[in-house]
């Protein structure tokens, strides 16, 4: 087991009604906030104006900011740092899903920063400072709400790349499953893909004695699997809902992260489709984690094994360990098909135009992933075998 630091210091307020406190939250941390969100839907369900009564209840004067797309975009956060210099902002609350954090978090490091936010995602430039982030969660997905990352799309060049800082995980997260219950089935399905992604790139590591953390992950994997198809076919159980959003908190709030290295290259690989092809994140993920999985499961096939085993109760072959390890991978497929998630990139209409552009951008700065370190012609491969 490796050396770790853990701190998440993010107050989680889980359950029925919580969003009706936000504004005590938002106002414990100054009296000037940039409210953050997508399109209309927040506007629809009465959640905007619950969270403007509350904020205006505690004195809390609002400067809007709404318009993120999926894949959130640099030109709308750079519209967001210039609102913050402009009206002095203290904090920045997001409310939605895991672009509009995104989104957030990357204003909150531009707002005291002279230069262009992009350069924190281009590697020019180191985090020193960001905004206090308050988030009302509406997507579990991303787990984006207690993490300390943020992904953006560049339109210029369609980059799309992370940046990451325990002073950019938010202060407070509010999380209600009843927010959840107007979500279309593919975007629950989109976000249990996530939220699973998040896991397994954790779980391939190639540290030994991580028993522990080994077990959290397959627990919280089984408890998203057993509740995936609940909250699909019944979008308004509480009961489930309450498990994959919570799920989808620990699956990235770095505690399963504990005492190893996890690989992250999939993410990376993802990043290049929907950087130039927009789809999004989680249906970018079903196709590609399998497609890596292949790639790489000789590499520790044990692992698969053991994978194939305690999660998708595959029984050992001790004859052919092999054929256990392609059968979990097989499963895992499956299952993201049975939730109506692409498993193809012909699926989603991506032929073989862009591999060995998005091949060479996702490498560009080095090779990707830490249980197989992945070079160019590798990511190549894997384009092709997700084709």
């Known amino acids: 087991m490796e050396n770790f630091v853990f701190q998440n210091r993010t107050k ?31 506007k629809k369900s009465g959640l905007y104006d619950t969270v403007v009564e509350s904020l205006k209840e505690e004195g809390v004067e609002i400067v809007e900011l709404g318009g993120v797309l999926p894949n959130p975009r640099v030109s709308l956060v750079r519209d967001g740092v210039n609102l913050c210099k402009e009206h002095q902002i203290d904090s920045i609350l997001a409310v939605g899903g895991g ?10 490091i531009g707002a005291h920063y002279d230069g262009d936010v992009w350069d924190f995602f281009d590697g020019k430039a180191e985090v020193t400072d960001c905004l206090p982030i308050g988030v009302v969660l509406t997507i579990p997905a991303a ?16 980059y799309k790349r992370a940046v990451g800082h ?30 699973i992604s998040h896991i397994l790139e954790r779980y391939f590591t190639n540290e030994k004695n991580v028993e522990l953390t080994d077990r959290l992950c397959e627990a ?15 979008p308004t159980n509480y009961a489930a809902r309450a498990e994959i959003m919570w799920a989808g908190t620990i699956a990235h709030n770095d505690s399963l992260s504990t005492g190893r290295v996890g690989d992250w290259g999939s993410h990376d690989i993802e990043h290049e489709v929907s950087g130039i092809y927009d789809i999004t994140h989680g249906a970018g993920l079903a196709i590609i984690f399998p497609a890596w999985m292949k790639y790489v499961y000789k590499h520790d096939v044990n692992r698969f094994v053991q994978f194939a085993n305690r999660v998708w109760d595959v029984e050992i072959d001790l004859n ?36 060995a552009e998005m091949a060479k951008k996702c490498t560009e700065k080095g090779p990707k992933g830490n249980f197989v370190p992945l070079h160019e012609e590798d990511v190549f491969n894997i384009y092709e075998l997700a084709k």
């Open 166 to 195: 325990d002073k950019m995980r938010p202060e407070f997260a509010i999380l209600n499953p009843v927010l959840s219950y107007t979500l279309p089935s593919y975007q629950t399905a989109c976000g249990v893909t996530d939220m």
């Open 220 to 234: 919280t994997l089984k408890t998203i699997i057993n509740n995936a198809h609940t909250v699909i076919d019944e």
């Open 320 to 355: 052919d360990l092999e054929k256990t390890a392609l059968k979990g991978i097989q499963k895992t497929e499956q299952f993201f098909s049975s939730i109506g998630m692409p498993v193809t990139l012909s699926e989603v209409d991506i032929d073989d135009k862009h591999f």
């Open 12 to 42: 989680v307020i889980f359950g029925k009604d919580q969003e009706q406190v936000v504004g005590q939250e938002a106002a414990f941390f100054g009296k000037k906030v940039l409210l953050h969100y997508g399109g209309g839907s927040i």
């Open 143 to 158: 787990g984006s709400e207690t993490s300390g990352g943020s992904v953006i799309t560049n339109e210029d060049g369609a």
């Open 99 to 108: 672009s509009v954090i995104d989104s957030a978090k990357a204003i909150a």
